[in-house]
Nanobody, 123 residues
Framework: QLQLVESGGGLVQPGGSLRLSCAASRFTLDYYTIGWFRQAPGKEREGVSC????????NYADSVKGRFTISRDNAKSTVYLQMNSLKPEDTAVYYC????????????????WGQGTQVTVSP
């Protein structure tokens, strides 16, 4: 079964940057659409960004457009989320997820999930 491991979270000041990584083990990511999701305390998990198998198509939530960039390196079986101009409202646990059969920011189409990495944006 595909396993995903996120890394790169941490504490950053408003306006700062972080790069999250999502690495796959046991299988390569070539055949999967990859999405990034986040969940803040007391809120539902929401889609942040996703990228197609080839990397040619990306999608972003309105709240992160122009600040976050998703990319992938299939040779390394890794997907990245570059987060710039971070705001306190970006504070959440960030998850990556993989889908063989769907795409977009609907979490229901993603079958495989990582354990999450905490991002905290605070002065």
């Amino acid at each position: 079964q595909l396993q995903l491991v996120e890394s790169g979270g941490g504490l950053v000041q408003p306006g700062g940057s972080l790069r999250l990584s999502c690495a796959a083990s046991r299988f390569t990511l070539d055949y999967y659409t990859i999405g990034w999701f986040r969940q803040a305390p007391g809120k539902e998990r929401e889609g942040v960004s996703c990228i197609s198998r080839s990397g040619t198509s990306t999608n972003y939530a309105d709240s992160v457009k122009g600040r976050f960039t998703i990319s992938r390196d299939n040779a390394k079986s890794t997907v990245y989320l570059q987060m710039n101009s971070l705001k306190p409202e970006d504070t959440a646990v960030y998850y990556c997820a993989a889908s063989r059969s769907g795409n977009g920011l609907d979490k229901k189409v993603y079958a495989f999930w990582g354990q999450g990495t905490q991002v905290t944006v605070s002065p």
